[in-house]
């Protein structure tokens, strides 16, 4: 084993041995437990025996940051790094790469053969591989452990989640030989307090001596004041919550709040409380200014003023290259308090000794609900710094929204288990089927972890079923006194509702005959004995005079009622249990209705959806064969290939500034191009995303064209960090285009002068 210039932790020792055994490893620890060590004792295992390794993380921000550790630990000859926007020094020993990269090597995408792209690679290190729960990128950490050859070991390293034995199981079924390194351990253990605004002067332990509530802790009470107008605003706490950390040495700290906008706001108000000494200030100052002489178009940035407070937001809406500087300081201990979003909970390394969560609930699409335990315990783990604190300090400020009890329960509660989110793609299927028969792909869809869980996936209908089967079994049991059948009974009743039914039928004609000076009609009397014929057949019964036939008949009733449901639930764990190859099913349907692939093998068409990369590949591939993108300008490109690629929900308002004549009538023919795929999706049951969202359209055209970035910004509400975003995705299917088979020459070469035009302060930045 390594030596190490620290004696390491027994979990640590534990997964050090496991990898110099030639074995892969889970572990599964807290936030800041120290997992990256094992990560470097597979590094120098791999450095000494002449092997490489590969580094892998879910974001660009993560990947830069690691290899800019790597790279000064290890020397820069030794490390690369490859991101969906750079390529540097591919071959290295240790790469650095997004885990997208890594699984588009494995697919042979734009990265040439497996065997090219793995040689010499012993070992994978998946960092945050709890990232499997993400909702729209979890399926790459499957499909990665799936395809990677099973001479690499995996070290698979993960915060801390409920069923980390099951994801271990499944590497071992999938992979190779994988030991399972689990532990609660924290070597800066928390101590949690509660902000009661009732009680402003101080922090409240959140918990007694036994592990319950607090006594003094009260629920909040519903505090508004009046603003502008007179609108009600709730009270703000900010600055009572950051005086108390600072009177009690609790400083740095990251305050979690889930809106950007309180992000900034909260930071402002903090802006006046002196948390920084002239000295600091100074060395602020400094810092400042040679990053501004770096970058300069950072120079009119509002939050200047407000750093040299001692204070920042970070969140998605700000340009990456601020968010740089922010980390910097934060990390010199320069800036006491960040104002961030739970983005920062993934893994960016800015160690606090306190973290503040301002609501144990956030809002979503679907409405608010409570933070999940596990995204309780990562934003609560980034407490307490190694080395520097004997204990981090969480801190969760009360609301009239949340319970004292509710905060109690999250705290104490267990991590949530991985879900998985495998789901097969348009790309996924031509890719396997280029390399594989359907029975063959079928085998590989079924080694995904959604599939090896589908047990404990489906354990909620499989509970309703039993359930169900219970309570018909209950109802089969019931004891006829008269031995009679359910057929028997049913049959009574048909003949009762029957006869009641035609008794109502006879006073109704008796009722409108009387008065009549006419006989009686002979029809009616003939009537009224075929029903006395049936109340005489209902007597002959012996459920006419039963006491329990009303329970009886319910328990036939109810019988029925059940056994429909359980065709119902085995209906649906039947469609759950084969959904991945359903859905396989379902997207090579409509590529061969499309014509990607014939013969169970993809056609050139289809080698091309193979090498897309994007929200829906049909889609791309369908506009790029279509030929309307060739005769467009680099920034009529670009513009158009912006409409497509943008998700963002928010930007589907009218900005204002109109699209070019050509874009436009672009855009038009995608939309029917969306419309004929939008049916064939649906006969199939596919709900695959296409975006003609031209929000961004007009700005990046202006952009390509020459604007500056302060005349960019100046025309919408949108942070600089979503409009950056925005290019950036722009940016990378551009770069696909370049890269992808069957692309017509004239298109590739306006998608490399796109990039170029779009490639430049601030947007070449990470």
């Not at 793995?118 to 452990?145: A, C, F, P």
């Not at 783990?381 to 009239?400: C, P």
């Not at 359907?438 to 079924?446: F, P, Q, R, S």
């Not at 649906?572 to 349907?589: C, G, L, S, T, V």
Request: charged fraction near 30%.
């Amino acid at each position: 084993m390594f030596d190490f210039p620290f004696e390491l932790d027994d979990f640590q020792k534990e997964a050090c041995e496991y990898i110099s055994n030639g074995e892969s490893v889970v572990v599964c620890a807290p936030t800041g437990a120290g997992k990256t060590v094992i990560a470097e004792h597979a590094i120098h295992c791999a450095l000494k025996s002449g092997n490489r390794v590969f580094y892998t993380t879910p974001l660009k921000a993560l990947s830069n940051q690691k290899f800019n550790d790597f790279s000064q630990k290890y020397g820069a000859d030794k490390v690369g790094l490859l991101t969906g926007d750079s390529s540097f020094n591919r071959d290295a020993q240790i790469v650095v790469m997004t885990t997208e990269v890594f699984r588009n090597m494995l697919y042979c995408t734009n990265f040439g053969s497996i065997t090219d792209n793995m040689q010499n690679v012993k070992y994978v290190v998946l960092d945050e591989v709890h990232y499997m729960n993400d909702e729209e990128r979890g399926t790459v950490w499957e499909e990665s452990i799936i395809y990677c050859p099973t001479n690499v070991q995996i070290i698979a390293l993960s915060a801390t989640v409920a069923n980390a034995d099951k994801l271990t199981e499944w590497i071992n079924t999938v992979h190779s030989k994988t030991k399972l390194v689990n532990t609660d351990f924290r070597p800066v253990p928390l101590r949690f307090y509660y902000f009661d605004s009732s009680q402003p002067n101080t922090l409240l332990p959140l918990l007694a001596p036994g592990g319950t509530l607090n006594k003094k802790i009260r629920p909040e009470k519903k505090s508004f004041k009046r603003g502008r107008g007179g609108k009600l605003l709730q009270k703000s706490v900010v600055k009572d919550v950051v005086r108390n950390l600072h009177d009690r040495d609790m400083l740095p700290a990251i305050y979690f709040t889930f809106s950007r906008k309180k992000c900034d706001e909260q930071m402002e108000k903090c802006a006046d409380l002196s948390l920084v000494t002239p000295k600091e200030q100074k060395e602020i100052q400094q810092i400042i200014d040679d990053y501004i002489a770096e970058n300069p178009y950072l120079y009119k940035n509002k939050h200047i003023e407000y750093l040299l407070q001692g204070v920042a937001s970070h969140h998605a809406g700000l340009l990456p290259s601020w968010k740089m500087l922010v980390e910097k300081l934060f990390q010199k201990g320069l800036i006491k308090v960040v104002f961030a979003t739970e983005t920062l909970a993934a893994g960016i390394n800015m160690p606090a000794r306190s973290t503040v969560i301002s609501s144990v609930s956030k809002r979503t699409d679907e409405g608010h609900r409570m933070l999940t335990a596990s995204e309780f315990l990562q934003m609560s783990g980034r407490a307490g710094r190694r080395g520097m604190d004997e204990v981090g300090y969480v801190t969760i400020v009360g609301s009239q929204f949340q319970s004292p009890e509710e905060v109690a329960e999250l705290v104490l509660s267990d991590a949530n288990p991985l879900e998985s989110r495998f789901s097969p793609s348009y790309s996924m299927v031509a890719n396997l089927l280029q390399r594989f028969t359907v029975d063959e792909a079928k085998e590989l869809i079924l080694k995904s972890f959604g599939y090896f869980s589908s047990n404990s996936r489906l354990s909620g209908l499989n509970l309703q079923l039993e359930d169900i089967k219970a309570k018909i079994e209950e109802n089969k049991e019931f004891k006829c006194w008269c031995k009679l059948t359910n057929d028997d009974v049913l049959e009574y009743n048909k003949i009762k509702d029957m006869y009641v039914q035609n008794r109502r039928i006879c006073k109704t004609i008796r009722r409108q005959e009387k008065g009549k000076k006419r006989p009686f009609p002979p029809e009616a009397l003939e009537f009224e004995k075929t029903v006395k014929g049936q109340l005489h057949k209902m007597q002959s019964y012996q459920c006419d005079t039963c006491k329990v036939y009303k329970k009886h008949i319910k328990a036939i009733e109810l019988l029925k009622r059940y056994q429909i449901r359980e065709t119902q639930i085995n209906k649906e764990i039947e469609i759950q249990r084969d959904i991945f190859w359903n859905k396989f099913i379902a997207h090579k349907n409509v590529l061969e209705q499309f014509g990607y692939i014939k013969d169970d093998y993809p056609t050139d068409k289809g080698k091309t959806v193979s090498q897309i990369r994007s929200e829906n590949e049909l889609f791309l591939a369908e506009i790029i064969f279509s030929d309307i993108l060739n005769d467009l300008t680099p920034a009529e490109l670009a513009s158009v290939i912006c409409a497509v690629t943008t998700e963002d929900m928010r930007a589907e308002m009218y900005m204002g500034l109109p699209l070019s004549q050509k874009v436009r009538k672009t855009l038009n023919k995608i939309k029917d191009i969306r419309r004929r795929l939008d049916r064939a999706q649906n006969d199939n049951n596919i709900d695959d995303d296409m975006y003609i969202n031209s929000y961004y359209c007009a700005l990046i055209e202006m952009w390509s064209n020459g604007a500056e970035w302060d005349d960019i910004v100046d025309q919408v509400e949108m942070g600089e960090g979503d409009i950056v975003r925005c290019f950036k995705r722009v940016i990378d299917v551009l770069r696909q285009l370049t890269t992808i088979d069957n692309v017509p020459d004239t298109l590739v070469y306006t998608a490399r002068d796109a990039i170029d035009s779009i490639q430049r302060e601030p947007i070449d930045l990470d």
